[in-house]
């Protein structure tokens, strides 16, 4: 079985900001990717331990990879106190999956897991063991009761994986600004978070990578540049998260309504929002739902903007913009 993994889909482009002394960048590993951090420091001074902080206390709350976090001890079904992070992320994603008709789901964790995207070792699939995990899944199985989860069945698990990191790029934002920092490019595992300007007295640019499964060998290419302005961008695609067992492609993205990856020409999904944490969801929803059904939502979503690439009939790369994305677009590439 040959597994390929892939976890940052969005470049940031670098060379639009070059260092100044007023400008520090940092950069580390986190959440099972890379994060990198330009901003205009007060005084010069290095904020990284800070962000580090932050980010280490929402793996506290949300990471399923930490046996005492908020989430690993609802998914055990222990009593536990559901602090602010889990909160938040937790109602803003039954929020979107209210408006996406259930596309996206945090309750789909039994269903990546056995796909082998989760945290727990890949399974042997069959229609059985699907239709027993459907008894189990699904975003109404899950509320929020005197400040404790409850769920219909005790056997339902959450992964916030599709809309946390989202979140820490707002959280770090948010400590930056509150730091005295007025420009900064927070990017966390391709999910960027950016205000103000750049060294060089620009916005911040943004590469949109091409969707092609053969570059993860070769140098990648860029789809589209988009300029940043005071708003959150997070991209989902397949074609970087894949794995191939006995010439079958197995995309990452697993449709909770269904049990199984998503087949469709939709291969990467861009989304503009007033904070990371939407964006990252919605982008994960859209790659479930479909380009039709994608467009549906995003035209009647006036805070969010999108960028969506799919292939046509004879596999060529086409794309759709909705206008509010068009107007940020510095450069489209073939």
């Known amino acids: 079985m040959k597994r390929l993994y892939f976890l940052a889909i969005l470049f940031v482009i670098l060379s639009s900001c070059q260092q100044t002394a007023e400008y520090i960048s940092n950069e580390g590993f986190v959440y099972g990717t890379i994060y990198h951090v330009t901003y205009e420091s007060p005084n010069g001074k290095d904020l990284q331990k800070g962000m580090e902080a932050v980010m280490n206390e929402l793996n506290r709350s949300m990471s399923t990879f930490d046996s005492t976090s908020t989430i690993s001890k609802v998914n055990k079904n222990e009593t536990t106190k559901l602090d602010e992070h889990f909160l938040k992320v937790f109602n803003r994603a039954q929020e979107i999956s209210e408006i996406t008709d259930g596309a996206f789901d945090v309750t789909v964790a039994p269903m990546v897991n056995i796909w082998g995207f989760g945290f727990k070792n890949k399974e042997e699939v069959t229609v059985e063991l699907i239709d027993s995990l459907k008894a189990i899944v699904g975003y109404q199985k899950v509320w929020i009761e005197n400040d404790q989860l409850v769920k219909a069945h005790p056997n339902t698990m959450l992964d916030a994986s599709a809309i946390a990191k989202g979140f820490a790029c707002d959280l770090v934002a948010n400590y930056l600004s509150k730091q005295g920092c007025k420009n900064y490019m927070v990017e966390i595992g391709g999910e960027v978070v950016a205000k103000g300007k750049n060294a060089k007295g620009n916005y911040w640019s943004i590469g949109i990578s091409k969707p092609d499964d053969n570059d993860f060998f070769t140098e990648q290419k860029l789809k589209a ?64 739902s479909g380009l039709d059904k994608s467009i549906a939502i995003a035209e009647g979503d006036h805070n969010i903007d999108v960028y969506f690439i799919y292939s046509d009939d004879e596999g060529n790369f086409k794309t759709y913009v909705s206008p509010g994305f068009k107007k940020l677009l510095k450069k489209e590439f073939e």
């Open 225 to 288: 540049i988009v300029e940043l302005k005071e708003r959150a961008l997070a991209t989902s695609g397949n074609y970087r998260n894949f794995y191939i067992e006995n010439g079958v492609k197995y995309a990452h993205t697993i449709d909770p309504r269904t049990g199984y990856p998503v087949q469709h020409s939709l291969l990467s999904t861009t989304v503009l929002a007033d904070d990371c944490m939407t964006a990252d969801a919605f982008a994960t929803a859209f790659m479930v």
